[in-house]
């Protein structure tokens, strides 16, 4: 089960360091991403990373402003964002995947944590 926390209010040009917890299952050979979620818009890729943590992706929107990492040792994964703009408004899940690659493509992530919620006011 994963347990993503950390969102919040915040105002824009502020940051904000989201974590994703992994309890009754180890998901340290797993691929891990966060996507994100507006209402009424589909879930959208936001950064991935694979297992060791030598490969990252992020989407065009975040590069440069967010960096994902993880720590095996805690079954933690980390999504660090920076310069937080209006429009990074979202729900933030993090996700397992089916490989140990990194992936952009929902269907390639097997596991799904409960989101946090970020806002970003301007």
């Known amino acids: 089960q994963l347990q993503a926390s950390g969102g919040g209010l915040v105002q824009a040009g502020a940051s904000l360091r989201l974590s994703c917890g992994a309890s009754?299952?180890?998901?340290?050979?797993?691929?891990m991403g966060w996507f994100r979620q507006n209402q009424g818009k589909e879930r959208e890729f936001v950064a991935a990373?694979?297992?060791?943590?030598?490969?990252?992706d992020y989407a065009d929107s975040v590069k440069g402003r967010f960096t994902i990492s993880r720590d095996n040792a805690k079954n933690t994964l980390y999504l660090q964002m920076n310069s937080l703009k209006p429009e990074d408004t979202a729900v933030y899940y993090c996700?397992?995947?089916?490989?140990?690659?990194?992936?952009?493509?929902?269907?390639?992530?097997?596991?799904w944590g409960k989101g946090t919620l970020v806002t970003v006011s301007s």
């Open positions: 990373i694979s297992w060791r943590g030598v490969s990252t």
């Open positions: 996700a397992a995947s089916l490989t140990s690659t990194t992936s952009r493509a929902r269907d390639r992530y097997r596991y």
């Open positions: 009754g299952r180890a998901v340290s050979n797993n691929g």
